[in-house]
């Protein structure tokens, strides 16, 4: 049988999902998603795929440039460009299981973000990490919007037992399905390591670029007219 | 300017001067509701409601063409056509309308022409009821000089209060309408719960509404024209501004699409996916709900 | 001091999107316990001796017992679908959870297809040998799909059929190709269907022949993104190091 049609058929649920399930069992079942819920849920995962994509090739396009002009910065954006690109791949892995429609825009993030991580990085590092500040700063609060949505207005699904009968008061821990808890562990847990790298680049002496300012506040103007037009386009 | 059946009219105490009187006497909170943007007791609401009808019963047809400039019809029509109800040619029993609140009978006479003109059916039956006899004496005028009056016993016509229905048993009717009747219910909920009552398993519960306005530009152009426009107009045409004011603040105080939708779905209908359709923007939205 | 959340749920468009796992009651394709659907599945079974009809649904009524008034459901739909339309958007979903189920069964011999275009040209015969049955009628049906009002809703449909095909067949891309293929396999199965319509040959053996064809050629076609991603990003880096370069002897 052909690897696809394996996982195809097969009922277990994608790694991401096991452990998650393991805990779980197949004791419970879940109603289901409405049709607003399940738009949203969508439109985080094409979204953020796309802010991932775009980060990844801003610390390309950073490392391109500085990694050969200062050996000592060359581990710390090495470090953080490999965390974006587990976070891409992460997100990449989502959109294919959860069957989203990804950005149409993809080419054009490409682009964009290696230009901007290549031109804050011309200008000099204290810029480059300006940059990175300001992203970092975009895609928190981000992050943090996203979160307290999923944890606002996905209450009201309903929790099935094994006979198929609702269960009135369900625990925390079985209230929200694992699908959506692993969904909001994963997104709190890239939101901590992005903060992570906003420290960093304010510990590399980020807010030392000459047009700090203008510099952060045109780069986080361009990152939330993106994340608009990536959730919807 | 006096239109005919003004000594109808001089007759009927004008419903806002029985306002005035009655705001002395007003009790607690739970005992009010609305009339426009009026706060009366909810045992007087109907009268002043009747009263308004019957004001208005004789130029009624000419004032709703005036206030819509004559998209009225094209509204009743396109709900007539949606709703396409009808015994099916191959069916074996015919069906029991009731239009609630359709005093001149416009709906009533459509839905009985679409029926026989689209499927040849003769034989459902039409009850016409309305809480307001002088609103019926109209449509029986009209009934005596239509096609309708063959002798059939198809179409009668009862003086019922919306909200009880007490000479309607339950379980028998196959399809209920109303048209721009249900914001002058006192009670809507309790006129919905009626509504499922009467319906038999199967029957279809149709409405058609004033409703809001969805788009924010549009919807201020509407109420700057029916604030102002309208009760000049009933001024003007009717020498009756009160009832034409309260008319228009009745649509303003009618619950939204989605709200009433809810309320349909409180009395027990089952309400298909989306479950209202906007016209011309959402200024009117039929509701359907299905008793299953 | 805390900001308000304002409730941030897009409006949900008809759309397809999001799969879920956890809820899988939230991916049906229709739904079978709504009314509107019990009387519409009714119906297709007189399809083959009415056509596209609104009378099909009529003796689907009667057939379930149901009181004439019934039809109001329908005719009375929000979004201003006439009933044949209806009746042809229902099928088409019928037909495409149908595959689904072929799809699920570890039985069919679809498993066992390895490479990707095989399995999209297989899933797309599969899908046309659903059209056998009605196939005299079906022209007149396909029509309702084109009629400007509906066109928005039949495309709708018709995207879903590619996404489900290409998904099946085991696409894995994150990027423009999702597009490429998608529209890709729309526009075969629109063409293949049409040619379908006018195929006399003995068990529709040409239209399948038309199936390989279209797939094998654009299995060409998938590589091409790819290919000028490369090309691009090769020439970008030539480009810059011919600048240093010059730059350098300058």
């Known amino acids: ?233 | 300017m006096r239109i005919s059946s003004s000594a109808l009219r001089s007759s009927i105490p004008k419903p806002f001067s029985a306002l005035r009187t009655s705001f002395r006497g007003l009790s607690t909170e739970e005992s009010t509701t609305h009339f426009g943007f009026q706060t009366v007791n909810k045992e007087d609401k109907e009268k002043l409601v009747g009263g308004v009808f019957s004001s208005v019963a004789s130029n009624y047809d000419i004032m709703n063409d005036a206030m819509s400039l004559g998209i009225h019809r094209l509204w009743k029509s396109h709900f007539i056509n949606r709703l396409d109800a009808g015994m099916r040619p191959g069916s074996n029993r015919p069906l029991d309308f009731l239009d609630v609140a359709g005093g001149t009978g416009d709906i009533a006479f459509g839905l009985l022409d679409h029926a026989e003109k689209k499927f040849q059916d003769t034989k459902s039956t039409m009850t016409i009821a309305d809480i307001n006899a002088d609103m019926l004496a109209e449509g029986e005028i009209r009934y005596k000089n239509s096609k309708w009056n063959d002798g059939s016993d198809r179409v009668n016509f009862l003086v019922q209060n919306g909200e009880t229905m007490d000479a309607i048993p339950d379980n028998s009717k196959d399809v209920y309408t109303i048209a721009y009747g249900i914001r002058n219910f006192t009670d809507i909920q309790a006129g919905l719960n009626t509504a499922y009552r009467v319906l038999k398993p199967g029957g279809i519960f149709a409405c058609l509404e004033f409703s809001q306005v969805d788009n924010s530009i549009i919807d201020y152009a509407y109420q700057a024209y029916s604030f102002s426009l309208l009760p000049l107009m009933g001024q003007l045409i009717a020498n009756d501004r009160e009832s034409y004011q309260y008319l228009v603040e009745s649509i303003r105080n009618f619950p939204k699409q989605e709200e009433f939708k809810g309320m349909i779905e409180k009395a027990g209908f089952y309400v298909p996916e989306k479950g209202y359709e906007n016209l011309t923007f959402g200024v009117s939205a039929i509701h359907i709900g299905v008793k299953l | 001091m805390f900001k308000q959340v304002r409730a941030y749920i897009p409006k949900a468009r008809g759309v397809r999107f999001y799969h879920s796992i956890d809820h899988p009651s939230s991916n049906l394709i229709v739904n079978p316990d709504s009314i509107e659907s019990t009387i519409l599945t009714n119906s297709l079974k007189h399809i083959p001796k009415y056509g596209f009809n609104s009378y099909c649904v009529t003796k689907s009524i009667q057939d379930l017992k149901y009181p004439d008034s019934i039809h109001s459901v329908l005719t009375s739909n929000a979004d201003g679908k006439s009933l044949e339309f209806q009746l042809m958007l229902h099928w088409l979903r019928i037909q495409r959870s149908k595959l689904h189920e072929h799809i699920m069964d570890p039985a069919s011999e679809f498993h066992s297809i390895e490479n990707e275009y095989e399995r999209v040209s297989y899933l797309i015969k599969q899908r046309l040998q659903y059209n056998e049955p009605i196939i005299k009628k079906l022209s007149y049906g396909l029509s309702q799909l084109s009629t400007p009002y509906n066109l928005s809703q039949s495309l709708e449909e018709l995207h879903n059929l590619s996404d489900d095909i290409v998904y099946y067949a085991g696409d894995e891309s994150n990027d423009f190709a999702w597009y490429t293929k998608r529209a890709g396999v729309s526009s075969i199965y629109v063409a293949s269907e049409l040619y379908m319509l006018s195929d006399t040959s003995e068990n529709f053996k040409n239209t399948k022949e038309f199936v390989d064809n279209r797939v094998r050629g654009f299995d060409g076609l998938g590589g091409v993104y790819n290919n000028i991603e490369q090309w691009g990003a090769f020439n970008a880096i030539g480009l810059v190091n011919l600048v240093k370069s010059q730059w350098m002897r300058g």
């Open chain 1, 1 to 233: 049988m052909s690897i696809v049609s394996k996982r195809l058929l097969s009922s277990a649920a994608p790694p991401l999902e096991a452990a998650a399930k393991k805990f779980y069992g197949d004791k419970v079942s879940y109603g289901s998603l409405s049709k607003a819920q399940k738009a949203f849920l969508d439109r985080v995962i094409r979204v953020d795929q796309a802010g991932e994509l775009g980060a990844n090739y801003i610390y390309f396009g950073q490392y391109t440039v500085l990694a050969t002009k200062y050996p000592h910065l060359k581990p710390v954006l090495q470090h953080m460009w490999d965390q974006e690109i587990h976070h891409h791949d992460t997100f990449n892995k989502l959109q294919t299981q959860r069957r989203v429609r990804p950005s149409i825009l993809t080419p054009l993030w490409k682009v964009g973000a290696f230009g901007i991580g290549v031109s804050t990085a011309l200008i000099g590092k204290e810029a480059a990490m300006a940059c990175t500040v300001a992203v970092e700063t975009v895609i928190g609060g981000h992050y943090n919007q996203q979160l307290r949505i999923l944890m606002n207005q996905y209450q009201d699904i309903p929790v099935y037992d094994e006979h198929g009968k609702e269960i009135a008061e369900p625990d925390m821990e079985i209230k929200d399905s694992p699908e959506l808890t692993s969904l909001k562990d994963l997104i709190s847990q890239f939101r901590d390591e992005e903060l992570e790298h906003l420290d960093t680049a304010i510990e590399h002496d980020a807010e030392k670029a000459v047009p700090y300012m203008l510099l952060t506040e045109a780069i986080k103007l361009v990152c939330k007219g993106a994340i608009w037009t990536a959730e919807r386009v």
